[in-house]
């Protein structure tokens, strides 16, 4: 009997072989834990890459914006003062035409003021040059309602297209931006 005992407390041979049929599952487990928590991590990572990109893309537009804004400004910082000067600038010119009957009237009459005053106002123009500020074409050129803006109408038999045939007041660009229209009055094709 105690052959039968000794034999009965032995395990049999499948029943060890299941046990570590057992541990290697319960080992693997670890192993598909360790593999998802590595994609899931791979996964934020990407995520997070791409935030980063956005971001960092954001920010550059954000800069580029800036430095535009920045450039915009200083280009044209000077508008409200020269929307100031613009009366005094059309105040020379009624003071000191540019057409010759007018400036030979002028002179005749003052001597070397009127010279000087001359002088003065194309330092000033100069100056606004130096700037920015540009005067704009208009006599004889085609009505252009971007940069002219029409006081008058008059019919004429002369002309094909609309044509600025007067100047009121002289239009200024600053820096290619429109800061005050052309006043004129324009002539018309008849039957328009």
Do not use: W
Not at 18 to 39: L, R
Not at 51 to 56: A, E, L, N, T
């Amino acid at each position: 009997m105690q052959q039968e005992e000794s034999v009965n407390n032995q395990k049999p041979v499948s029943q060890t072989n299941g046990a570590s049929a057992e541990a290697e599952p319960s080992a693997a487990a670890p192993m598909d834990e360790g593999a998802e928590a590595n994609a899931l991590l791979a996964a934020e990572v990407t995520e997070l890459k791409d935030k980063y990109v956005r971001v960092f893309a954001e920010m550059e537009n954000m800069r580029r914006r800036q430095e535009r804004e920045r450039g915009d400004l200083l280009k044209y910082a000077l508008e409200t003062v020269f929307k100031d000067l613009l009366p005094v600038l059309d105040s020379l010119d009624k003071a000191i035409p540019d057409q010759v009957e007018g400036a030979a009237a002028a002179k005749e009459g003052a001597g070397g003021y009127y010279e000087g005053m001359q002088m003065v106002k194309r330092q000033l123009l100069d100056v606004c040059k130096k700037h920015g500020l540009e005067p704009i074409t208009s006599l004889g050129v085609p009505f252009d309602p971007n940069v002219h803006q029409g006081i008058q109408r008059i019919e004429s038999a002369d002309v094909e297209v609309e044509t600025v045939a007067d100047e009121y007041a002289r239009g200024y660009n600053l820096n290619g931006r429109l800061i005050r229209p052309a006043m004129v009055s324009v002539l018309t094709p008849v039957g328009n």
